[in-house]
Each structure stands twice: as structure tokens, then as C-alpha cells.
Nanobody, 128 residues
Framework: QVQLVESGGGLVQAGGSLRLSCAASGRTFSTYSVGWFRQAPGKEREFVSATYLGGSGVYYGDSVKGRFTISGDKGKNTVDLQMNSLRPADTAVYYC?????????????????????WGQGTQVTVSS
């Protein structure tokens, strides 16, 4: 497992942008699969985006495609989530998750149970 810390959450108006960052301590992200999930009050945890930093695959949930971009910075050992054109429906606690190695099937990236390390979450609030 690896310790994860998210940052970058906050309050933004609809149509605005935020950039979340997930930092790993003690381990390098270069051989990890890293995902972003979110959970709004009263709702189930929802997949947002994921990537394997040792390769080129990226994955997005349908509700964020075209608006969010995931990227890894090996130098900083972080995985960032650039969120543009934010909507009130994007309001949630955003969590970073990681698991060592590449996941064997693309569908695994969408499943929270495939990750064994989680951050504490960062709140994103989008006002209308």
C-alpha cells in the first residue's frame, strides 16, 4: 500500500475550473494504477478517471468525458485531475486511489474495490 494525500479542492462557480492533485509518500507512482473517485452526499461512490503511469491508458467516467483530464507527473510523483466546465452535479468529495502495477482489464480501473490505497478525500463544491 501507499499513502495518498489529495489537495486542490475548494469552492468554484459553475463553468469554472479546479485542479486536484494526488501525492504519494514513500513510493513512486510510476508503477501504480491510480484512479479518482467521488462521492456526493447520499450517493454511491462514482468512478471519475484512472490511469496507469507506466503506460498510456486513461479512462473516464461518462459524466466527465471531455471536461476532466488526468495526468501524471513523475517528477513530482503526483497524479493530477484537471476539471474544467464544472457543474453543480460535480459537487462531491473526491478521492484518490492506487494499486501497484497495471490492472489486467480496462474494466477493473472503474471498480473501487480493485484499489488498495485511498486518500482522505478533498471537497469540491460547485455553486450555480
Amino acid at each position: 500500500q501507499v499513502q495518498l494525500v489529495e489537495s486542490g479542492g475548494g469552492l468554484v462557480q459553475a463553468g469554472g475550473s479546479l485542479r486536484l492533485s494526488c501525492a504519494a509518500s514513500g513510493r513512486t507512482f510510476s508503477t501504480y494504477s491510480v484512479g479518482w473517485f467521488r462521492q456526493a452526499p447520499g450517493k454511491e461512490r462514482e468512478f471519475v478517471s484512472a490511469t496507469y503511469l507506466g503506460g498510456s491508458g486513461v479512462y473516464y467516467g461518462d459524466s466527465v468525458k471531455g471536461r476532466f483530464t488526468i495526468s501524471g507527473d513523475k517528477g513530482k510523483n503526483t497524479v493530477d485531475l484537471q476539471m474544467n466546465s464544472l457543474r453543480p452535479a460535480d459537487t462531491a468529495v473526491y478521492y484518490c486511489a492506487a494499486v501497484s502495477g497495471v490492472l489486467p482489464r480496462p474494466s477493473y480501473y472503474y471498480t473501487a474495490g480493485r484499489y488498495d490505497s485511498w486518500g482522505q478525500g478533498t471537497q469540491v463544491t460547485v455553486s450555480s
